[in-house]
């Protein structure tokens, strides 16, 4: 099943600048745009990640026990993305190592709008 993820803003140019500069070394690209809407991203064959303003005019917010996790290749992945997250201004919400179990690596951040993103390798 494929299908899409959508994380509000409350600025749509910065969250796109942010997510745009964070998914280069994913091969994810600005796959389309609504004007002063949102901001698609991802690849023909996988799961659309969406930038979006809310659609009742009230200010985004990040839900509380609501995350967005990408499944990537490598461990180093992993550790290479959570750097760069750290690096375009997101604020560390767990740094890259095994979580809870020996088949699980896992890191966890969050953007400038507050929602929470993990990149783990299961």
Not at 40 to 45: C, I, L, Q, R
Not at 56 to 82: C, F, I, K, S, Y
């Amino acid at each position: 099943m494929k299908g899409y993820i959508t994380v509000g803003t409350n600025n749509l140019a910065r969250s796109a600048a942010f997510y745009e500069a964070l998914f280069e070394e994913l091969g994810f690209t600005r796959r389309r745009e609504v004007a002063d809407r949102a901001v698609y991203f991802g690849t023909e064959d996988d799961v659309q990640l969406v930038v979006i303003t809310p659609a009742d005019g009230q200010p985004a917010t990040a839900g509380n026990g609501t995350m967005v996790a990408l499944n990537v290749d490598t461990q180093e992945q992993v550790q290479r993305l959570h750097a760069r997250a750290m690096d375009l201004g997101a604020i560390d919400e767990g740094a890259p190592g095994p979580r809870g179990s020996d088949t699980f690596y896992g890191a966890y951040f969050r953007d400038p709008d507050g929602n929470k993103i993990a990149f783990y390798l299961r």
